[in-house]
C-alpha cells in the first residue's frame, strides 16, 4: 500500500508549493501576516471560512458518529449549522469586520478591550481562547493519525512493524504539523487563504467521489441502504452481508451475522416479541440501546469477565429530542472562534461575505449528506467496535480497489483536516503577539519582522504542547472532542452579542459571563471524563446550560453595574 | 441603496423566518419514519438536506431585503484609530 502514500505525498507537496508561493505577494508587515491586509475576496473568503470550519469533524468525525447513531447526526449538526452558522456571519461577522477595519483591530480581544474599556478582560480571555482551541488542533492531528493508518496497512512492514507496517499515527500527525507550520510561517492569513482555497477544492470533490466508488462497490445507491444493520423481531442486531476480500464483493451471510442484541426504549425485548424496535436502527432517530460483547482481536474470540461470561459494552442509537434541540448551541461557537474572526477581518468589504452566507450552507450539505450516509452503510459491514474514526478510512480501504484513488481519496480527508489546522496554528500566535506582547511591552517596541517571529515562535510552542496532548489522547472520539471546544466557544457568544446589540452591556458584566461560561463549562467537561460524550437528563446538551449561564450573568450583572462610556463608538447608528 | 425603513422592514422578516426555521428543524414528525425516498436516503436526512437549501435561500433573501448598509457607510469612513488601552 505504498501507492496512496505517494499519492499523498504528492498532495502534501503541492500543498506546500502554493504555500510557498503565497509567500511571494507576502508584504513583509505584520498587518499583511495576520490579516492579509484586508484583500481577501468573496470566493476565497468562503473556500477560506468553509474551509477552516469543516475539518477532521466534518468528514472523518461525522461518518464515525453516522456510525454509531445513525443518519440524525445530520440534522444534529449540518442543518442547524446551516441555519445558524450563516446567521452568525450576518449578525457577527459582518459588525466585527466593520469594527476591526475601522478602528485597526486584528484579534476578538482588541475588540472587547475597547468595548468595555478593559485590559483585564483580555488577560481573562486569552488563557480561555487558547484551552478551547486545543480540543480543536487536537482532533485535527488524531484524525490525521487515523486515517492515515488503515490506508497505509501492509506497506512498511520492517519499519513499522508494531502497527502491522502502517504509518503510525505519531509520525502522519508530525508531518502533518510540520508542513501546515511551514506554509502558515511563509504567508501568514493570506497562505493559509491559498491552501484553505485549495484543500476545500479538493475535499469536496474527493467527498463526492468517495461516495461514488463506495456506493458503487456497494451495488448502488439502493442496494447500500439494504446492507445497513438491522434488527430482528427478536431483537437480534444483525449484518445481512458481508464484503468477500477476495472479490471486494458483497455476499449475503446466510443467516445473518448476529453481532449484538437492541433494546427498546430501555426495555429489554424479548424473543418473539412485537416490541417496536427500529428495524435499521442508523436509518431513524429511534432511540435504541444496543448490547454488544468485547471482541479481542488478536485472539480472535470474546473477551471473558472471572466469571466465564463475555464482557459486554453498549451503545446508544438515534437522537433523544431535546438533545436535537439543544444542540443547536453547538453551531453557535462560530461567533466566538479566534480563527474565523481572524478569516473575517482578511475580507476585502462587507460585501464579501455575500457568497459565504448563500454557500456556506450548501457546501456543508454536499460533505455532510455523503459521509452520513457513508457511516450509516458501514454499520452493516465493520464490526461495532471499530473506533469510529477510522470507518470512513477503512470503507475506503476495503471498498475502493484503485490505490491512486484510495489516495486521492485520503488526500481528500487530510485537506479537510488541514484547512483548520492552519487557521488555527496562525490565530494563536496573532492573538499571543497582540493581545499579550505588544499590548504590554507597546506596539513600537518591536519592527514587523519582530512581531511575526514572536507570533511564529508561540505557534511552535502550543503546536508541541498539542502535539503531545494527541499522542495522549490517540484513541480519543474526534466528534465528541470537537463538541466539547464547540460547547465551550458558543457558551461565550452571549458577549459577543451583548457587546455589538445591547448598549447597557458592561465590563463587569462580560467578566460575570466569561466566568459563569467557563465554570459551567469545566464542571460538565471533567464531568465527561474530559472529552467524552455527555449529556444531562433527558438528552440536554451543557451547552444549553453554559449559554444560558454566561447570558444570564452577562444580563443581571451589567444591569446592576455603571453603564460604560464607548456607546457612541460602538452604535453610532 | 434600500431605504432604512425597508431595511428595518425586512430585518423583521428575516427575523421571524429564522425562527420559523429554527422551529421546523425540530421535526418530530419524521422522528420515527424509516420511508426511503429514491430507494435508498432516508426521508428524515432529505428533509434536512432540503432545510439546508432552505436556509441558503434565507439568507440569500437577508441580503436583498436585510443588508446592514449603514455599516458598509461606517466601513467607508476614514477613522482607522487604534484600540485604546483602558485601566481594567
Not at chain 1, 85 to 92: D, Q, R, S, V, W
Amino acid at each position: 500500500m505504498t501507492t496512496p502514500l505517494i499519492v499523498i505525498a504528492i498532495y502534501l507537496a503541492l500543498l506546500l508549493g502554493l504555500g510557498l508561493l503565497s509567500s511571494r505577494f507576502f508584504r513583509g508587515t505584520s498587518k499583511d501576516y495576520f490579516v492579509a491586509s484586508h484583500s481577501i475576496g468573496p470566493v476565497l473568503l468562503l473556500m477560506s471560512v468553509f474551509g477552516t470550519t469543516m475539518t477532521a469533524f466534518a468528514l472523518v468525525g461525522s461518518t464515525g458518529k453516522s456510525f454509531e447513531r445513525g443518519i440524525g447526526v445530520y440534522g444534529l449538526m449540518a442543518s442547524s449549522s446551516a441555519l445558524i452558522h450563516a446567521a452568525c456571519f450576518f449578525l457577527i461577522g459582518i459588525r466585527l469586520w466593520v469594527f476591526g477595519k475601522k478602528y485597526g483591530y486584528v484579534t476578538q480581544i482588541q475588540y472587547f478591550r475597547d468595548r468595555f474599556e478593559s485590559n483585564g478582560i483580555g488577560y481573562l480571555l486569552f488563557p480561555i481562547l487558547i484551552l478551547l482551541v486545543i480540543p480543536y488542533l487536537l482532533i485535527g492531528i488524531i484524525g490525521a493519525g487515523k486515517t492515515i493508518l488503515p490506508v497505509t496497512a501492509g506497506a512498511f512492514p520492517e519499519l513499522f512493524p508494531q502497527t502491522g507496517g502502517a504509518v503510525p499515527e505519531w509520525l502522519s500527525g508530525l508531518v502533518v504539523c510540520v508542513i501546515v507550520l511551514i506554509y502558515v510561517f511563509a504567508g501568514g492569513s493570506r497562505a493559509a487563504a491559498w491552501a484553505n482555497t485549495f484543500q476545500t477544492v479538493v475535499f469536496m470533490i474527493m467527498g463526492v467521489v468517495a461516495f461514488v466508488f463506495i456506493s458503487n462497490s456497494l451495488g448502488g445507491l439502493r442496494n447500500a441502504a439494504k446492507i445497513v444493520l438491522q434488527t430482528t423481531d427478536g431483537g437480534k442486531l444483525v449484518q445481512p452481508y458481508r464484503l468477500d476480500p477476495a472479490t471486494k464483493e458483497l455476499v449475503p451471510n446466510e443467516p445473518p451475522k448476529v453481532i449484538g442484541m437492541i433494546r427498546s426504549g430501555g426495555h429489554e425485548s424479548a424473543e418473539g416479541s412485537s416490541a417496536q424496535l427500529p428495524h435499521q436502527p442508523h436509518m431513524t432517530r429511534t432511540l435504541a440501546t444496543a448490547t454488544f460483547k468485547k471482541f479481542d482481536r488478536k485472539k480472535k474470540k470474546p473477551v471473558m469477565d472471572s466469571s466465564g461470561n463475555p464482557v459486554l459494552w453498549h451503545r446508544e442509537y438515534g437522537i433523544p429530542p431535546l438533545m436535537f434541540l439543544t444542540y443547536m448551541f453547538i453551531p453557535l461557537s462560530v461567533g466566538m472562534f479566534p480563527h474565523l474572526f481572524q478569516h473575517w477581518l482578511t475580507a476585502k468589504s462587507a460585501k464579501s461575505f455575500r457568497l459565504t452566507l448563500i454557500a456556506h450552507p450548501l457546501c456543508i450539505m454536499v460533505v455532510w449528506v455523503p459521509c452520513v450516509l457513508i457511516g450509516s452503510w458501514a454499520s452493516g459491514l465493520l464490526p461495532a467496535g471499530i473506533p469510529p474514526a477510522a470507518v470512513l478510512s477503512v470503507m475506503l480501504k476495503q471498498l475502493v480497489g484503485n490505490e491512486i484513488l484510495i489516495g486521492l481519496l485520503t488526500a481528500g480527508i487530510l485537506a479537510a483536516i488541514m484547512s483548520s489546522l492552519d487557521s488555527q496554528f496562525h490565530c494563536m500566535g496573532t492573538i499571543f503577539t497582540n493581545d499579550i506582547v505588544l499590548h504590554i511591552a507597546g506596539k513600537d517596541r518591536f519592527n514587523d519582522r519582530q512581531i511575526v517571529w514572536l507570533a511564529r515562535v508561540f505557534t511552535i510552542g502550543i503546536v508541541v504542547l498539542t502535539y503531545v496532548l494527541a499522542m495522549k489522547s490517540i484513541d480519543k472520539n474526534v466528534f465528541d472532542l470537537a463538541i466539547w471546544c464547540f460547547t465551550g466557544f458558543g457558551s461565550l457568544t452571549p458577549i459577543v452579542i451583548a457587546a455589538l446589540y445591547w448598549k447597557r452591556a458592561t465590563k463587569a458584566g462580560a467578566y460575570a459571563s466569561v466566568i459563569a461560561t467557563m465554570g459551567t463549562w469545566f464542571y460538565f467537561f471533567s464531568a465527561s471524563g474530559y472529552g467524552g460524550e455527555y449529556v444531562l437528563a433527558g438528552g440536554v446538551m451543557p451547552a444549553a446550560v453554559c449559554f444560558a449561564a454566561g447570558a444570564m450573568a452577562m444580563i443581571f450583572v451589567s444591569l446592576i453595574t455603571l453603564p460604560p462610556t464607548t456607546v457612541k463608538k460602538f452604535f453610532p447608528v | 441603496m434600500v431605504p432604512t425603513s425597508q431595511s428595518k422592514t425586512g430585518r423583521k422578516i428575516i427575523t421571524a423566518l429564522v425562527v420559523v426555521m429554527a422551529i421546523l428543524h425540530q421535526d418530530f414528525w419524521w422522528w420515527d419514519n424509516n420511508t426511503l425516498v429514491f430507494g435508498f436516503m432516508p426521508i428524515a436526512l432529505a428533509y434536512h438536506a432540503i432545510f439546508s437549501i432552505a436556509a441558503a435561500c434565507l439568507w440569500a433573501l437577508a441580503i436583498k431585503i436585510a443588508w446592514p448598509y449603514h455599516l458598509e457607510r461606517l466601513a467607508d469612513e476614514t477613522d482607522s484609530s487604534t484600540a485604546s488601552e483602558k485601566g481594567g
